[in-house]
């Protein structure tokens, strides 16, 4: 339901009394209920706001007895560690102190306020608890916003830890009381509110016009102003006065009472008005928040905005802003080091062009009112446990694929529709001379390389053709582009070569995370793959973005080597879609940097820190290979592989930009060369301690082959073809692949929540509390903890105090024990040696700092052990010894003769698999459900009756979450199979999951393009 226009909130004949809860995150949330308190307040009704914003912000706006204020805090929002960075965690740990520990006394508290004040409906900007005490006293309640905290700290609890896991099922619980949802523009998926009514924009009404505040401040007409303004807390840098451009002045919020300005820089007092100081401004300078947004686009001031990391609202009002032409992004670094110039005047040639309605305040009033005097706005057809079980399960849905509702305003109603287009991956076949391939060779001359008919190759290069078409539309068109598509249609100059790579992903069929105790491993690429293109020019022609040739000129040196990079698709996970980079930042002292530099280097600004898998190549191949870089470089980045599915979406990156700035630059590396330089990025500047495996298979991998290696560090010993008879899947969980993993027990859920929904959710989390980091340091100790045993047996060979019968050290035991004592991976350890001999001598567990004191070190690069954590070993340490075995049994088997029995112990081998993984505790509840509803499918009497078709199901990758591979007979019955587990699964849990069939090849079969425009 929508509602544009209001006559006014008329005054009522009955005389009303509201409670108007408002959440503690920040004042926009503050600044919105004054409007729609004043509306009320002037229908004549009482209004009892309770907060913890400062008196002035209501009373300036209000002067009547009809308001109360009541200063209580009964949650915190989103705590910042500065202006512009939440910590995800210290959020979650407040919250808790505040509205979570007291919870109890906080509910009795307000039913009986509630009741004292005789309340007849209770308001909510948007404090979860206030809609349960309100159901508790007996009174009806509404909430007026564009978030949901449910939806913001969901997020944070999968990156904090399962120990915060109730507090986004309780939030959802007390949201599932609330009566329906007065809905603001720029909102984010809301789903624990089943009923919905959309207003206008809430802004606050000017005071006094731009020219009398100009005259108050004494600033002239002709002199133009920016507002710094981010949202009401001290900046935290040091203003200079060469950050603005000649004869601009810049009107400081916030500022602290000791903080020295420069003379173009004035403080402004901190109860000033903001929406009359921004009317009298040309622009804005300052963070994504509802009422920066919403008050910037009803004044037509143009926003400069830097971006604020783990805030999940932002993605959807930068959305709005830059929908209606009225924002321009500020990269943070520019923020802080003064580059303000570019920005600020691309932001006063903006022209924006909303026309909506700003009575969003009055409206919202009149709502309220009749919603008071008995009018009922909610319908009753989802109610109950089904309404709180659908709020949970989309809501988590959501959160795992960020920002997929920024195009669809109307995300309930097209729900289903848009679930089912996840059903599996895009097929699309290539017909000679089609029409795809026809437009191809029409838009580019192919001057190197071989498309191979792959179809997703050709609608890169179609989508490429398009960008050139882009700002020339523009100019003539009304249609809005997203902005990654206009930055990229300006990256190439299209009479010069680009060079083209492509890297698929890859379905880890066996190995997994034994690829860093060297294991044989088995892996296939997936169909789903990254293009890169890389054009290379000399600096004098290079086409930079504004704000780059401003900081380059800044510099006074010329035209220096640049990098400039457009990834498709970050808008929708709240990461920048640009990134660029002086070549010589990479450089000290005329050396490359420390990779321990570079990791923090791109660490600074967490919405691009994306790009460090990207740019990350080019310092590796600096300091691995000796590469000089003189000429600038564009790189336009367009993955199909998902991100957080456990296959490999980052390696399919690392892979195609590493081998298109190879192919650019003319170095002939190969393709096992390039994934060990590859790992290197993923290593040491991304920072994620990975294996070998994805890289590999990204680079080395073919088609409709599984690559065999042994990742000692990265031998490829062949390529097994898959039997004809034989069929591998990937069924994605919905749960995302993680380095920290979260527990999921049934004590997580609130008591109040039905049977039903406890078990039909507890899917949503790791079950082991373990994460892939961990596992890892716990296999590397297993391995300096055998080590250590052996050597000690052949150092006192006449010591049996250790259990070591004396023929272990006669003749070829001591020979045995001397490789043992020399152990370079865990897998050269053979399953009998380890039971007879190191099995029972392993801890289960073992303190970090226990370990250190025994040990001294564990050995392994890329993780460090922390001193204060309990690691499992025993387990981490037993599953690449057998893991190693049974990769061995499943390639001998695929070559065996074709018989049902071969089918029963290659799936026989995959479950073993799956269960070694849960007990080193990175299982999933997700990943297990999907592995039954495989083992119920084959064993059911259907499938016995047709000669079975799924005979095996294992988790895949990392664990904890993620994809799960099914091995089947390669039939229409094993598809169909497939296609009913993912139906089974949504049944069970809302969530319908993607399916990875096909295969394509990798980077090194493809090689490369060299195109040019025609």
């Not at 830059?322 to 321009?328: D, M, S």
């Not at 079950?767 to 300096?784: L, P, Q």
């Amino acid at each position: 339901m929508r509602i544009e226009e209001s006559e006014g909130v008329s005054a009522s004949r009955k005389h009303l009394v509201f409670a108007y809860y408002v959440t503690g995150h920040g004042f926009g949330h503050a600044t919105r209920v004054v409007e729609v308190v004043r509306n009320l307040i002037l229908a004549g009704h009482d209004v009892h706001v309770v907060t913890g914003a400062p008196d002035f912000v209501f009373t300036s706006e209000i002067q009547s007895p009809r308001l109360f204020i009541r200063k209580v805090l009964l949650d915190c929002g989103a705590v910042q560690a500065d202006a512009l960075t939440v910590d995800r965690l210290a959020s979650l740990e407040k919250y808790s102190e505040t509205a979570v520990k007291p919870r109890e006394s906080i509910l009795a508290t307000e039913v009986e306020w509630l009741n004292t004040i005789k309340a007849d409906l209770v308001v909510s900007d948007v404090v979860p608890v206030a809609c349960r005490a309100a159901a508790e006293a007996g009174i009806r309640s509404v909430c007026v916003t564009n978030f949901s905290w449910d939806f913001i700290y969901a997020e944070y609890v999968m990156a904090a830890g399962n120990h915060h896991r109730s507090i986004v099922w309780q939030i959802a619980e007390d949201y599932s009381h609330c009566e329906f949802l007065i809905r603001l523009p720029g909102y984010c998926p809301m789903p624990a509110f089943r009923d919905v009514i959309d207003v206008p924009l809430v802004v606050r009404r000017l005071h006094k016009s731009r020219k009398e505040i100009r005259k108050e401040l004494a600033i002239g007409e002709d002199v133009k102003v920016v507002i710094l303004n981010f949202g009401g807390q001290p900046s935290g840098w040091r203003l200079k006065e060469e950050f603005l451009p000649p004869g601009w002045l810049c009107l400081v919020c916030g500022a602290s009472d000791t903080q020295e300005l420069p003379p173009n820089f004035i403080k402004l007092a901190k109860d000033a008005y903001t929406p009359d100081v921004m009317a009298a401004s040309d622009c804005m300078l300052g963070k994504i928040g509802y009422g920066t947004v919403s008050e910037a686009l009803a004044y037509k001031l143009p926003f400069v905005f830097v971006r604020r990391d783990y805030f999940n609202e932002e993605p959807f009002l930068r959305n709005m802003l830059e929908y209606y032409q009225g924002g321009v992004e500020m990269i943070r670094r520019d923020l802080l080091t003064g580059h303000w110039k570019p920005y600020l005047e691309r932001a006063i040639s903006l022209k924006p062009c909303y026309e909506g309605g700003i009575n969003g305040g009055e409206v919202a009033a009149h709502i309220i009112q009749e919603t008071a005097i008995g009018k009922n706005y909610a319908s009753d057809k989802l109610s109950g446990a089904r309404r709180l079980r659908d709020a949970i399960v989309l809501g988590y849905q959501l959160q795992r694929v960020p920002g997929r509702d920024i195009l669809v305003p109307e995300w309930y109603a097209n729900a289903a529709t848009e679930l089912s287009k996840s059903t599996g991956s895009l097929t699309v076949q290539a017909v000679e001379g089609g029409p795809l391939m026809s437009s191809y060779i029409e838009d580019f001359e192919i001057l190197h390389g071989d498309l191979q008919g792959l179809p997703d190759t050709m609608s890169f290069l179609k989508s490429m053709a398009e960008l050139d078409a882009i700002n020339e539309y523009e100019k003539n068109s009304e249609k809005r582009q997203m902005r990654e598509r206009k930055a990229a249609a300006g990256l190439f100059i299209w009479e010069e070569d680009i060079y083209v790579a492509r890297a698929p992903g890859r379905l880890d069929v066996m190995g997994g995370i034994a690829d860093y105790s060297g294991s044989l491993v088995l892996q296939l690429p997936t169909r789903e793959a990254c293009h890169v293109a890389v054009q290379r020019n000399d600096p004098s022609k290079h086409k930079l973005w504004k704000h780059a040739q401003a900081r380059q000129n800044a510099k006074g040196q010329g035209p220096t080597p640049v990098l400039q990079i457009v990834s498709y698709g970050s808008e929708l996970s709240n990461r920048s879609p640009t990134f660029d980079m002086d070549l010589s930042d990479f450089l000290e002292d005329g050396k490359p940097m420390a990779y321990e530099k570079a990791n923090k280097y791109f660490a600074q600004d967490p919405s691009q820190k994306w790009a460090a898998y990207v740019a990350g190549t080019i310092l590796v191949l600096m300091k691995e290979l000796g590469v000089r870089f003189e000429d600038s470089i564009s790189m336009l980045v367009s993955s199909a592989v998902p991100e957080g599915k456990g296959v490999s979406s980052s390696a399919s990156v690392e892979v195609a930009s590493m081998s298109a700035i190879a192919a650019a630059h003319g170095l002939s590396i190969s393709p096992r060369d390039i994934a060990l330089l590859s790992q290197k990025v993923e290593n040491h500047i991304v920072g994620a301690p990975c294996g070998v495996m994805d890289q590999m298979t990204s680079a080395c991998g073919e088609a409709d082959k599984l690559l065999a290696m042994v990742c000692q560090p990265a031998e490829v010993i062949g390529l097994v073809e898959i039997p004809s008879h034989i069929r591998f899947w990937g069924i994605d969980s919905g749960i995302r692949h993680r380095k920290c993993s979260m527990s999921d027990t049934m004590e997580s859920i609130p008591a109040a929540f039905p049977m039903e929904i406890k078990l039909g959710f507890s899917y949503f989390g790791s079950v082991g509390g373990a994460d892939y980091g961990s596992v890892r340091i716990g296999a590397f100790m297993g391995r300096k903890i055998i080590k250590s045993l052996a050597s000690d047996v052949v150092s006192k060979s006449s010591d049996f105090s250790n259990g070591f019968i004396h023929d272990e050290l006669e003749d070829d035991g001591v020979a045995l024990l001397e490789a043992e004592a020399s152990l370079d991976y865990l897998c050269n350890l053979t399953p009998h040696r380890f039971e007879a001999l190191y099995a029972k001598m392993l801890p289960e567990t073992l303190l970090g700092q226990e370990f250190l004191d025994r040990y001294i070190d564990h050995s392994d690069p890329v993780t460090v052990i922390d001193t204060n954590r309990k690691y499992v070993v025993r387990a981490p340490a037993t599953h690449p010894i057998y893991e190693n075995f049974r990769v061995k049994n499943f390639k001998a088997l695929l070559t065996s003769a074709t018989s049902d029995d071969q089918l029963t112990a290659l799936g026989e081998l995959l479950y073993q698999c799956h269960y070694s993984y849960s007990a080193c505790g990175l299982g999933t509840d997700g990943t297990d459900r999907l592995v039954r509803m495989v083992q119920e499918m084959q064993h059911s009497s259907k499938s016995k009756s047709e000669g079975g078709t799924l005979y095996g199901a294992k988790i895949t990758g990392g664990g904890s979450g993620g994809t799960v591979c099914v091995i089947g007979r390669n039939s229409l019955c094993s598809s169909q199979q497939i296609l009913e587990v993912q139906q089974k699964y949504k049944v069970a849990t809302g969530y319908l999951p993607f399916i990875f069939e096909g295969s394509s090849p990798g980077a090194g079969k493809f090689g490369y393009l060299r195109i040019r425009r025609r």
